[in-house]
C-alpha cells in the first residue's frame, strides 16, 4: 500500500516537523518513504509544505502532482491543493486557518479543530502533533507506536520529556476530527 500525502500551512505551524515525524514513523515500521519539504525565503509566517509517501513497496519518485491526502492548516493552501487531491481522497483542514471551506463532493473532507485543542491543553506547540493525531484516525499510515518511536528516534534527548504530551496531543487529535457531512 502506498499513501501520497501532501501537509501545508503556514511556517511555524509545524508543517515541516510533521512530515518529517510522520515520514520518520513510517521508518520505524520498517515502510518505505519519501519526505520532501517546499518553503518560502520568509519561513516562518510564509507559507510551507511537505510532500510525505509512505509505501509497503519501493517508492518511484518523491515529485508528485497529485496527492491521496491532503492537510490544509490555512485558506492559502486549501485553494492550491484541494484541486490537487485525487478522487476519492481525503482532506483534512483545520477549522481556524479557513474561511472558505473545501466544496469538492468526489473526496472525504475532515475538520479538526486543532488550534481551539492546543489553547485548550495551554500548549500551542502540539498544534501539529493533534493534527497527526486525526491524520491517523482517519488513514492509519503508521501506528502510533511507531509514532512514538520516531519521537524518541528523532528529537533531541533534551526533549524526551515531552513525548507524553506529544502522545496526549496525537490522542486528543484522534477524538476531535469529524467528517464533513455536505
Known amino acids: 500500500m502506498k499513501t ?3 501537509i501545508s500551512g503556514f511556517g511555524g505551524q509545524g508543517v515541516l516537523s510533521m512530515g518529517k515525524i510522520l515520514a520518520y514513523s513510517g521508518l520505524m515500521e520498517d515502510k518505505e518513504v519519501t519526505w520532501m519539504p517546499a518553503y518560502g525565503p520568509e519561513q516562518r509566517g510564509g507559507t510551507a509544505n511537505v510532500t510525505v509517501i509512505v509505501s509497503d513497496s519501493r517508492i518511484s519518485s518523491p515529485i ?4 491521496d491526502v491532503a492537510i490544509v492548516l490555512n485558506q492559502p493552501s486549501l ?5 490537487k487531491i485525487k478522487p476519492g481522497g481525503i482532506l483534512i483542514y483545520d477549522g481556524y486557518g479557513i474561511m472558505n471551506p473545501p466544496q469538492r463532493k468526489d473526496i472525504t473532507v475532515y475538520r479538526i479543530d486543532a488550534m481551539n485543542k492546543a489553547a485548550e491543553m495551554k500548549n500551542s506547540k502540539v498544534f501539529n502533533m493533534i493534527v497527526l493525531g486525526g491524520l491517523l484516525k482517519v488513514c492509519p499510515v503508521v501506528s502510533t507506536d511507531g509514532l512514538n518511536k ?4 528523532s528529537l533531541p534527548e533534551r526533549y524526551h520529556n515531552l513525548i507524553p504530551l506529544n502522545m496526549k496531543a496525537v490522542e486528543e487529535g484522534m ?3 469529524e467528517k464533513v457531512e455536505r
Do not use: G, Q
Not at 64 to 67: D, E, I, T
Not at 79 to 83: A, L, M, T
Not at 150 to 153: C, F, H, I, Q, R
Open 64 to 67: 508528485l502532482s497529485h496527492y
Open 4 to 6: 501520497e500525502i501532501i
Open 79 to 83: 485553494d492550491k491543493f484541494e484541486p
Open 175 to 177: 477524538k476531535i476530527i
Open 150 to 153: 520516531a519521537l524518541y528516534k
